[in-house]
């Protein structure tokens, strides 16, 4: 297949036009370096098979020839309202990528008859009453909460790209992204992972916002890009959980990363992030591991030993 990855230099993006290309399909990189990074692609630079576009997929998208397939993962998605590439910071951005980049992609994906994959994340599920979410639960969002810009603007996407799937008849798949985490992501997006391993590696305490008690169940990449191919070649048009189920507290997470790196500097307990932090996320996938017959099989120490390196190199410890 020709496919369109928008997002390619980002986090997931990238690791997944790795991964179709290396199942032997031509790829199309987009993305406007807002979030993401020339460094995430670099590598892909001689690939005959890799093409790239710098972009901004909220404004009318083309691309010459024909696609087969659009898998559309641009998006701010960092929830930490000091980092400068999270939502917070780009909340303007964040409802255009995920409204009009979304139409546009659909858009395309009508006109060239392809299949359209739509990233979408357990946001949309908000602050969630149920416990853990199956995607049958509609969710806990407070439209103008401080994480709504991020969190609406999936639920628009969701909504319309199951209007032109209904209306339309395009071939079109949501997945519902949990937490991932893995090589490549940014070291200042704020999120977990990267804040905690950065800081451990160099020696200093780990913030855990809040008492930590709050959970998490963190997916490593690999097993998420596994879960997005097989929905990319089915025929499920329904939203579908793809995420790690096993939660854990994200003190507990502090504590795995000191110990595997080996930090002496313990912990330190900062103010919570907002009242908006979800307290619970786990996601129930049921629906992938009877419809695509997946589930996640890397456990957290060997996801974080996988990671280690490349933060390694990026903190010039390697
Ligand atoms: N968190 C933390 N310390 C940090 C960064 C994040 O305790 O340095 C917590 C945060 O409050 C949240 C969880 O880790 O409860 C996961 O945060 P992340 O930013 O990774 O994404 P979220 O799951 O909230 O979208």
């Not at 209007?163 to 704020?190: C, K, Q, W």
Request: aromatic share 10%; proline share 6%; with cysteine.
């Amino acid at each position: 297949m020709r496919i369109l990855i928008t997002g390619a230099a980002g986090f997931l993006g990238s690791h997944l036009s790795d991964r179709l290309l290396s199942d032997g399909h031509e790829v199309i990189g987009m993305d406007n370096f807002v979030t993401g990074s020339p460094d995430n692609i670099a590598h892909l630079a001689d690939n005959e098979n890799f093409s790239f576009y710098k972009r901004d997929v909220s404004n009318y998208i083309f691309v010459p020839g024909k696609v087969d397939a659009i898998l559309h993962f641009a998006s701010p998605a960092s929830p930490n309202p000091q980092s400068k590439s999270g939502y917070f910071n780009l909340p303007i951005q964040t409802m255009k990528a995920g409204a009009l980049g979304t139409h546009n992609c659909l858009g395309l994906a009508r006109a060239q008859n392809a299949k359209f994959l739509l990233a979408s994340t357990s946001e949309i599920y908000g602050d969630p009453e149920v416990h853990p979410q199956p995607e049958t639960y509609a969710g806990n969002v407070d439209p103008v909460g401080t994480r709504a810009v991020y969190d609406e603007a999936k639920r628009f996407a969701e909504s319309l790209t199951m209007a032109y799937h209904r209306f339309h008849n395009v071939n079109t798949s949501i997945v519902r992204i949990f937490n991932t985490y893995g090589p490549r992501m940014d070291l200042e997006d704020g999120r977990a992972l990267p804040n905690l391993l950065k800081q451990a590696l160099l020696g200093e305490p780990l913030t855990v916002y809040g008492d930590g008690a709050q959970t998490r169940s963190f997916c490593y990449v690999d097993d998420l890009v596994n879960g997005i191919v097989k929905l990319l070649y089915s025929e499920e048009h329904y939203p579908v959980n793809i995420g790690n189920p096993t939660e854990m507290s994200v003190l507990q997470f502090a504590q795995a990363i000191n110990k595997i790196t080996e930090n002496k500097a313990g912990i330190t307990y900062v103010d919570a992030r907002s009242a908006r932090d979800p307290q619970r996320r786990r996601p129930d996938i049921t629906r992938a591991h009877d419809i695509l017959q997946w589930e996640p099989k890397i456990e957290i120490e060997e996801g974080i030993r996988r990671t280690i390196p490349f933060f390694k190199q990026k903190l010039g410890l390697a």
